[in-house]
């Protein structure tokens, strides 16, 4: 099993194969892409291609290296993460320290580093003295999902791979294979979850995606046709959720819904409609800045009950 496990990231992957195939590897690389797109899995098939002994441009994933990287288990495997809120110094140091012991087993020693981004400054300085004089089979993977958060001089040392999204069609092929959903629950994880398939696969397993769903109807059935009074306690305990983003993306895909059944009467329903979908979106984007949150979400649930 090669890099074909991994979906999309074809150009990540023709390259990742190419350098394995021209024996020339990198001393550092970064993985850089959101929580759920697939970092780790590549990353890991990496390290594994980098020992597996059957000496093919992808990882063969049955001989020992290959199952020994699988497993967690290869002895030339080190994984770094932040102790508390950040990757220390000590950590860095405890790396070179271990530099110096070889197994003998497998061709690289690689060092993983989780959440890269949050390598102090002295670690990162630590890191990098490593990198300027790197033992020839010294392999540093970094993953981060806050790249623009690590210092410029770490990845101006490292080869850096940028994960992209997946196509919306790629997503719902992913779900399609492995869950059974409604046509309506499909559009709402693709939706939500942007290109990502981890999380939509998370979404999916969760089988909460429905139940969010049915509570956003439930919330609009009782901002357009509840006591007209609620309107405000309803905006300040929204106010207050910490997946408001969640909630308002939500929203959006529910509007839309009713706005596209609407469409071909072209009548003020629509009208109404649109202007609502385009209301959320100018929220979302509003809450991004700086304003009060129960006051912008007073706003937009006045428009949708009609006031405004
Ligand atoms: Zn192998």
Redesign the pocket.
Known sequence: MGFEQVIGQDLIKKTLQKSLQQGQIAHAYLFSGPPGSGKKMLTRLFA?ALN???LTEA?????L??RKTISGNHPNLVHLSPQGATLKIEQVRDIQESLHYRTGEGRFKICFIQDADRLTLPAANSLLKILEEPPGDLVFILLSSRPWALLATVVSRCVHFSLKPLPADAIRGILQERFTLSPGEHEVIVELTAGNPGQAVEMAARGSCAEKYQEVQELVKELEQGPGGKLFSWAEEVSKRENLDETLDLLFIYYRERWLQRLSARGREAFRLENICRAVLQTKEELEGNVNRRLALETLFLMMRGVV
């Open positions: 594994q597996c002994t059957s990882p063969c994933g049955i001989c290296s290959c």
